[in-house]
């Protein structure tokens, strides 16, 4: 019988109890894994608003839903409300849903588009079957039958981070991922292939494997400090580095979403859970000092805060690898965009997913690993897009934030989206990565970029047909989001905190 193949995971926060928890249900017994953790660092402790992609990955390694929601105080997302980002005193929603639905083989928002410029449609959130069960502050699960209008939307999660991590720790070492807490003092190399063989602890032990999961936060130990792969850094797109965070008393009518509101030097999340509200302003230091960017965050809290605030320091960016050797740097060790869309855990997702595709066996091989950093990086770039996109569609006058990020040239990728957009509204799938049409439109529109045309085929549907058949659509949808229930009593219902 052949040793097991040893996998060792560096660290355990979200990224790396994720990863320990997806290895321990899908790559069988070939393999061992084994996570070490410093109790005396600690995780980075915030995370907790994330997408629809989460409820993939939950299933995918057989997680119960009701069960992970109640243990980690969770509530429902189903879109995120992008406050003052316009313009101060605009709201949108950026829905996990459709706007509308195509007709004649022709997206909604080309009909949309043809009946607002006759004045003769609402603005487009009235046609979103999401953003209505957010205003209304209603959630019920999507059903199953495509032809009904709910069944256009998706969800999320509201979750607390250090309780998803303890919750995936539970499940992975229940499936025999061993747990050794310490800190690692040292990296042993091998002389020639300058591949990892052991990681050192600080009472003596040596931790050796055939692969390495750098799962190690901000200080990225192995793929940045040890292997030396460089650092990308975004910050000329996306200048806030720093975050001052504080939970708050609960909200006894929970939002069924993300509030995001701009600030002069950046902006505030509010994430409703179960047991508390979490809040954070995410700011860039170029502009407030951590004292004013703090002061800011607790006069607008909603309800009382309940800890000191927690200052955190980032840089937007990624390794300009993730896989280097027998080393793959999964979460923050590998980078970091800010969490303005909730994408972080996300990325955390699509390199398990990768790996536990690609992974080898006991050698490296090169194939392999180039087709997992194509596709981390991928996803990366088109995130990137995504968020420069809100930072660039700005009317806003109160601060040198805002006149920076309007008048900086962005990357050409998103330059020719934008171009598309206003020339026909025209958004084409594969260019855009993780986000789908109607979230990139919900930002061009709600940022104050219209379509000056629309394609040429739309105009096959009468006009007259198409402003009927939208208000049919738009009272079906308000009869139907009036009956649902509210979303604190749903959450109550079904995943009460245990
Ligand atoms: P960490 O949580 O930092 O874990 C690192 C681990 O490595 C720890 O266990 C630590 O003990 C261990 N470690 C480090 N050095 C050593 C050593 N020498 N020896 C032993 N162990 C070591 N993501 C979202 O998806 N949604 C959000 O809403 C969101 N909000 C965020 C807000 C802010 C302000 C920030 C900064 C991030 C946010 N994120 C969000 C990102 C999210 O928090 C992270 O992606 C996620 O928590 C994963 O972190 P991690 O596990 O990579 O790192």
Redesign the pocket.
């Known amino acids: 019988m052949t040793d097991p193949i040893d996998i060792v995971i560096?660290?355990?926060?979200?990224?790396?109890w994720m990863t320990a928890a997806a290895l321990a249900a899908t790559v069988g017994k070939d393999y061992r894994v084994r996570l070490?953790?410093?109790d005396q660092?600690?995780?980075?402790?915030?995370?907790?608003?994330?997408l629809p992609q989460m409820k993939d990955f939950n299933d995918h390694i057989g997680i119960l839903e009701a069960e992970m929601m109640a243990r980690t105080q969770a509530t429902f997302k189903l879109g995120i409300e992008f406050r003052d980002w316009g313009y101060p005193g605009s709201s949108y929603i950026h829905p996990f849903g459709e706007f509308g639905r195509p007709r004649g083989g022709v997206d909604f928002l080309q009909h949309w588009v043809r009946a607002r410029q006759a004045g003769e449609a609402e603005p487009i959130e009235a046609y979103s079957y999401a953003v209505q069960a957010c205003r209304h502050g209603r959630f019920d699960f999507p059903v199953e039958d495509k032809s009904e209008i709910n069944s256009t939307y998706a969800y999320a999660y509201h979750l607390d981070?250090g309780l998803y991590a303890a919750y995936l720790r539970e499940f992975a070492q229940a499936r025999g991922v061993e747990r050794t807490e310490?800190?690692?003092?040292g990296v042993d190399r091998h002389a020639e292939s300058g591949l990892v063989e052991a990681v050192q602890l600080e009472s003596g032990e040596k931790v050796s494997g055939d692969w390495f999961i750098d799962?190690?936060?901000?200080?990225s130990?192995l793929l940045g400090e040890t292997l030396e792969v460089p650092f990308e850094d975004w910050s000329e797109w996306l200048p806030c580095d720093r975050?001052v965070?504080v939970p708050s008393e609960r909200d006894d009518r929970p939002a069924p979403f993300t509030r995001s509101t701009a600030l002069e030097a950046g902006w505030q999340w509010r994430?409703p859970l179960q047991h508390r509200t979490g809040n954070?302003h995410?700011f860039c230091s170029r502009y407030i000092s951590d004292d004013e960017a703090t002061a800011r965050l607790l006069e607008n809290l909603d309800s009382a805060a309940l800890a000191d605030p927690r200052v955190?320091r980032?840089q937007a960016g990624r390794r300009s690898r993730s896989w280097e050797g027998n080393c793959i740097a999964?979460?923050?060790?590998s980078g970091?965009l800010e969490?303005l869309e909730?994408?972080?855990?996300?990325l955390?997702q699509v390199a398990i997913m990768a790996l536990t595709r690609l992974f080898p066996r006991r050698r490296p091989e090169p194939a392999l690993i180039n087709e997992f950093n194509r596709l981390v990086d991928y996803e990366y770039d088109r995130v990137r897009d995504f968020l420069i996109l809100h930072y660039h569609l700005n009317q806003r006058d109160d601060g040198e934030l805002w006149r920076h990020c309007r008048e900086m040239s962005v990357p050409d990728s998103l330059a020719e989206k934008m171009e598309l957009f206003r020339r026909r509204g025209f958004i084409d799938r594969y260019r855009f990565g993780l986000f789908a049409p109607p979230s990139w439109i919900s930002v061009f529109l709600g940022q104050g970029l219209s379509p000056a045309g629309h394609e040429p085929l739309a105009d096959n549907t009468p006009l007259e047909d198409a402003i009927g058949r939208m208000r049919e659509l738009q009272a079906s949808i308000d009869s139907r989001v009036q009956v649902m229930p509210a979303h604190g009593e749903f959450v109550a219902d079904y995943c009460p905190a245990t």
């Not at 909730?342 to 996300?346: E, K």
């Open positions: 560096v660290g355990g926060g979200t990224a790396g070490v953790e410093s660092i600690g995780t980075v402790g915030v995370g907790e608003a994330t981070a310490g800190r690692i003092v799962c190690s936060g901000f200080r130990l975050a965070a994430i954070g995410v955190l980032f999964v979460g923050l060790s970091f969490p909730s994408t972080s855990i996300y955390v």
